[in-house]
T-cell receptor, first 117, second 115 residues
Framework: EAGVAQSPRYKIIEKRQSVAFWCNPI?????LYWYQQILGQGPKLLIQ????????DSQLPKDRFSAERLKGVDSTLKIQPAKLEDSAVYLC???????????????FGPGTRLTVL | GESVGLHLPTLSVQEGDNSIINCAYS??????FIWYKQESGKGPQFIID?????DKRQGQRVTVLLNKTVKHLSLQIAATQPGDSAVYFC??????????????FGKGTKLSVIP
């Protein structure tokens, strides 16, 4: 079974520039998550999708961050404009999204390491 | 506020010894507690979980203990190997509605295995 795919793996930009990250979840997974992981910290949830609808975006800085999952499969996360404090690894995860059994388990992609100069 | 935290940021153990990584949590309304392993350049990888109505669960070389009285979680790794070197996170898992769950992670403990 293929895992969660993310691209690019690394990105370096200057502050005030824009950047976009792409995620392809595991086939059949209804729920998709974007996390921000600052160096030395645990991942922090930014946004959660169930199919193509947003379940929770309460921790997404909406003045500069946006995310979409138009067809309920792939997703993109955009930052515009970027700030120095946005330097982090952006992780995408997916899960089946069912309540029963252990189908809540989230599978993580390798992440995109963003450096803002 | 709600948080999941760790007692120690780093842990060094001799190869072959047992490792114990601890975690404190503050939110009692969680369905599961999970331990993740994150190697450099990779995303977190599921190790083991424990349902909130259990106090112990064993896997292959790993054991998780849950003490709800003091809101404490621990991960025990038996016969630690060099491949166990990584950052370990505890996380709490709660139902977030619409058939999906959310994870809240702690800060992590870096485990270094000395050959």
């Amino acid at each position: 079974e293929a895992g969660v795919a993310q691209s690019p793996r690394y990105k370096i930009i200057e502050k005030r520039q824009s950047v976009a990250f792409w995620c392809n979840p595991i086939s059949g997974h209804a729920t998709l998550y974007w996390y921000q992981q600052i160096l030395g910290q645990g991942p922090k949830l930014l946004i959660q999708f169930q199919n193509n609808g947003v379940v929770d975006d309460s921790q997404l800085p909406k003045d500069r961050f946006s995310a979409e999952r138009l067809k309920g499969v792939d997703s993109t996360l955009k930052i515009q404009p970027a700030k120095l404090e946005d330097s982090a690894v952006y992780l995408c995860a997916s899960s089946l999204g069912e309540r029963t059994g252990v189908r809540w388990e989230q599978f993580f992609g390798p992440g995109t390491r963003l450096t803002v100069l | 506020g709600e948080s999941v935290g760790l007692h120690l940021p780093t842990l060094s153990v001799q190869e072959g010894d047992n490792s114990i990584i601890n975690c404190a949590y503050s939110n009692s309304a969680s369905d599961y507690f999970i331990w993740y392993k994150q190697e450099s350049g990779k995303g977190p990888q599921f190790i083991i979980d424990i349902r909130s109505n259990m106090d112990k669960r064993q896997g292959q070389r790993v054991t998780v203990l849950l003490n709800k009285t003091v809101k404490h979680l621990s991960l025990q790794i038996a016969a630690t190997q060099p491949g166990d070197s990584a950052v370990y996170f505890c996380a709490e898992n709660r139902y977030s509605g619409a058939g999906s769950y959310q994870l809240t992670f702690g800060k992590g403990t870096k485990l270094s295995v000395i050959p």
